[in-house]
Every structure is written in structure tokens, then in C-alpha cells.
């Protein structure tokens, strides 16, 4: 990632989502997605795939293969303490989650939508 002096450097301007606390849901059917970023406070709270399949994707081929279905941990939501100025940019520093992930199967948009707005309700009444 291309650091930058300060945020307005950014070409994307401060609809960056990277370098600006952007609130964001990205909702799509069909062939799934899911994104959804909510600043709370000093918190981040993201629900979209799973890191753990991002960073290693072969066990998930290997449950479509096997069981004809992506496995029933492909949506998570996280929560990173980023600070009251911090944004995606910050995450990369902000250590591990601060909760362990909330998962819900990849084709179930409505369960993470809810799986979303729980942990934004919870982070909110720390
Ligand atoms: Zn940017």
C-alpha cells in the first residue's frame, strides 16, 4: 500500500475509504457479497468475508468440492480498535480483533446484515 503524508494526499479524495472514516454497505445478491464498515467511537466495526479465507482460500475450494457449498464461515464481523481519528488504513497497526469474529454462511446476506448491527449496538455500549 502506497503510504501517503496525510490523508488529503490520497488521489481518491475523502470518499477513500481506506484514509477516511467512511461508513459504507455494499449489499448484492445472486452471487453474494456483503460489505459493511461502521465507525464507532475509537471502533471499527467491519462485516464482509472472512479474513481467514481471504489469506488462505484452499479449505473453502476444498469445501465446494467436497459438499457443493462454500463453508458456513465465509461472512465475518470484526471489530478493531482504531482510534477516534482511525480508519481501514489504521487496522494494519491495530493489532488483532477485539472480539472473536461473528460468522454467518456466505449466501446469507440477512444474517449478516443482523450479525452487523448486533456487534454495532454492542461496540456502541462499551
Ligand atoms: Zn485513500
Known amino acids: 500500500m502506497i503510504e501517503f503524508e496525510k490523508p488529503g494526499d490520497c488521489p481518491s479524495g475523502e470518499n477513500c475509504p481506506v484514509h477516511f ?4 454497505e455494499i449489499r448484492r445478491d445472486d452471487e453474494f457479497l456483503y460489505s459493511h464498515i461502521t465507525y464507532v467511537g475509537e471502533y471499527c466495526v467491519m462485516t464482509g468475508d472472512n479474513p481467514a479465507y481471504v489469506n488462505n482460500p484452499l479449505p473453502a475450494v476444498v469445501h465446494m468440492m467436497e ?9 465475518a464481523t470484526l471489530v478493531y480498535r482504531v482510534g477516534l481519528k482511525g480508519t481501514l488504513y489504521d487496522i494494519a497497526t491495530s493489532g488483532a480483533p477485539l472480539v472473536p469474529e461473528r460468522t454467518v454462511p456466505s449466501g446469507d446476506l ?5 450479525n452487523h448491527a448486533i456487534t454495532v449496538s454492542w461496540v456502541a455500549s462499551l
Open 67 to 75: 459438499h457443493g457449498r462454500l463453508p458456513d464461515d465465509c461472512l
Open 110 to 114: 440477512d444474517a449478516a446484515q443482523a
Open 21 to 24: 472514516r467512511v461508513d459504507r
